[in-house]
């Protein structure tokens, strides 16, 4: 007898799963993943509906247009290597030029902006391309035209000031800035490609955190793996479609039996009488 006992205690200790240990059923988490694919897909379509609605009507567009001047221009004789080796050198220079409040000034007076000077330096950009003399200036605005002209009047104003302030030779405009087409930004194809790659990544967390904190037993195969033990026998919960049929056949069952003995206790008073 205590042998028996000793042996289903020794079983039952084997059954049962070890405490504290945390597993990722990474099969559970893809079928949950699976069963919930409308709902993914649904949320993907949605994340990049809304961020298509955003960038068609609430982004402004953003043009950008470009004028490029050559900072070493000698008239009296022809260009040689010193001359190529100290342009190279005051690019820098030339690049710093551009940011002083005067520059900026005498653009906003020569074209009558309605801009400040911190506004000018927002949209203005002034590059130099790595083994060349060469800067492009380039202007960032939501109105086109307006940005060519601004770009062509830095190019301007900046040749002169550097010209008359360095006492050297005015750099030479290489390139007019042209009106641009069409909008640098926004990128509309990118921006609804991450709306889309956002829900879908957001409906994908929702699923795995729900599928993770749920901790209820759904079948005898849950019990057996998380619990350790047999089920011995199941019931089956009726089908709530068939609850109302089942009243409503009992209902009239006890009204034909009511009327019934009513029948009944009405003819035997009658005959009595």
Known sequence: ??????VKERTALAVQPEQGEDTIDLLELFMGLLAHWTLIAATAVVGAVLMALYTFF????MYKATATIYVVSRNDS?????????????TSDYIKVFEMWEVHEKVISNLDLDYTYTDMASMLSVTNTSDTRMLDIT??????EEAAAIANEYADVGAKYISEKMKTDEPTLMSSARVPENPFSPNKAKNILLGF????????????LRTMLDDTYKSADDIRKYA??????SIPLADAGEQPKEKSEF???????????????GGSSGRKA
């Open 228 to 233: 350790g033990m047999v089920v011995l026998a």
């Open 58 to 61: 609430l982004v402004t567009p």
């Open 197 to 208: 790659v956002v829900g879908f990544v957001l409906a994908c967390a929702v699923v795995v």
């Open 1 to 6: 007898m205590q042998q028996d006992t000793f």
């Open 78 to 90: 022809v260009l040689n290597f010193s001359d190529l080796q100290v342009g190279s050198e005051l």
């Open 139 to 144: 202007v960032t605005n939501p109105d086109p």
């Open 251 to 265: 209902k009239r069952r006890t009204k034909r039996f009511a009327n019934d003995v009513r029948r009944r206790v």
